[in-house]
Nanobody, 119 residues
Framework: QVQLVESGGGLVQTGGSLRLSCAAS????????MGWFRQAPGKEREFVAT???????NYVDSVKGRFTISRDNAANTVYLQMNSLKPEDTAVYYC?????????????WGQGTQVTVSS
């Protein structure tokens, strides 16, 4: 069982930055593929970024060059640094811990943190 708690969301102006954090419980954090997903009002949840246990990363095209995912296995924490934010980045951001790449639906989810980017 893994529990995930996100933090760091808030209100920011266009072009601003935020850093999301996701603290995980459990002793096997380093074995999970950690990811960030987001859900905007009226839209389905979408993939944002993942980082595998070995550190390889993957991003949705719309955030490449602006967002950076990282992990600290000693602290059981994954981060999402978001720069050059745009209004279309407004969403609830969810942390995910998956057993392997592509298996987010088999994994664990946090409760979400709201990110709002004003124009």
């Amino acid at each position: 069982q893994v529990q995930l708690v996100e933090s760091g969301g808030g209100l920011v102006q266009t072009g601003g930055s935020l850093r999301l954090s996701c603290a995980a419980s459990g002793r096997t954090f380093s074995t999970y593929v950690m990811g960030w997903f987001r859900q905007a009002p009226g839209k389905e949840r979408e993939f944002v970024a993942t980082i595998a246990s070995g550190g390889s990363t993957n991003y949705v095209d719309s955030v490449k060059g602006r967002f950076t995912i990282s992990r600290d296995n000693a602290a059981n924490t994954v981060y999402l640094q978001m720069n050059s934010l745009k209004p279309e980045d407004t969403a609830v951001y969810y942390c995910n811990a998956a057993p392997w790449v592509g298996a987010s639906q088999r994994g664990y989810w946090g409760q979400g943190t709201q990110v709002t980017v004003s124009s």
